[in-house]
């Protein structure tokens, strides 16, 4: 039984059963209707907004947010898909990717992956990269290695060997940490999506919907201006594999951008 059940059934006086209910009721309705807490970007001037907070905060042109996947455990995966759930710390658990702005604000996020999809695969599959291809001169994220270099995904230097190289990897780190720090948060939060909270003893369709309403109720809180979470340290994960069919031509434009930046 997941701890977070458990206090909120004694907080409530409510069996653990009903509880339960709840959470799922309660997951159901706020996906239906509050689904647009979520969001991209509805227009240019949201857009040139996003990239001018950036270059003001970190000298850095055409940013639009940041790129990451985080861990979420869930209970044991029974049948043939069982092997897919299984991370490198041997439990199972979903690939969430989310995509966070310069106010903290979750802009997209894809939930319904298994561990071992590797993070270049969850974002070739994406609305999000779809969305890139139509207007690849919107602008650009800021990404981990766990994605490969592209016009619109800008990865650190591997090797930097020149001051500039060393620089943009300095402000690169800067920026991202800045994701990390809202998947603690929201982690921190909604302790159910934390390992201290037990795993989510569900299905991982209705572990996505949990996680999915976690995400809107994040950026809720954060819209209204609640209090931040105390900080927490967490295991953060990222693959270190780069994908294995990369598109030469993406690449060579993802340096000429990233040189550019």
């Known amino acids: 039984m997941v701890y977070f ?6 907080a409530s006086n409510v069996s653990q059963p ?17 689904f647009h807490l979520v969001k991209w970007y509805d227009n240019q001037e949201e857009m040139d907004e996003a990239k ?8 850095v042109k ?27 710390k041997g439990y199972p658990a979903l690939n969430c990717q989310v995509v966070v702005d310069y106010d903290g604000m979750f802009r997209d996020v894809v939930f319904k992956y298994p561990k071992s999809c590797h993070d270049a695969f969850i ?9 890139f291809e139509y207007d690849p001169n919107a602008g650009f994220l800021f990404a981990g290695s766990g994605y490969g270099l592209s016009p619109v995904l800008i990865t650190l230097f591997s090797q930097p060997t020149t001051p500039e190289q060393i620089y943009f990897n300095k402000v690169h780190c800067q920026v991202r940490s ?3 720090r809202c998947i603690g948060r929201l982690k921190n ?11 989510l003893p569900y299905t991982p369709s209705t572990c996505c919907k949990i996680v999915f309403t976690c995400i809107l109720l994040e950026n809720l809180c954060n ?4 209090e931040v979470p105390d900080d927490i340290d967490f295991e953060y994960e990222e693959n270190d594999v780069q994908p294995e069919l990369k598109q030469a031509n993406q690449v060579r434009l993802g340096i000429v951008r990233r040189n550019q930046v």
């Not at 939060?189 to 795993?199: D, E, Q, T, Y």
């Open 5 to 10: 059940m458990v206090i909120i059934g004694d």
């Open 18 to 34: 009903s509880c339960s209910h709840v959470v799922h009721q309660f997951c159901k309705f706020f996906n239906q209707h509050y």
């Open 52 to 59: 001018k907070k950036y270059l003001q905060s970190y000298g």
């Open 62 to 88: 055409g940013l639009l947010g940041i790129i990451d996947g985080t861990m979420i455990q869930i209970k044991a995966v029974s049948g043939a898909d069982e092997p897919a759930y299984i991370c490198r």
């Open 123 to 131: 974002y070739s599959n994406s609305i999000l990269k779809q969305t």
């Open 178 to 180: 800045e994701v990390e």
């Open 189 to 199: 939060r909604w302790r159910c999506l934390h390992k201290s909270g037990g795993a």
């Open 223 to 226: 819209s209204l201006g609640l």
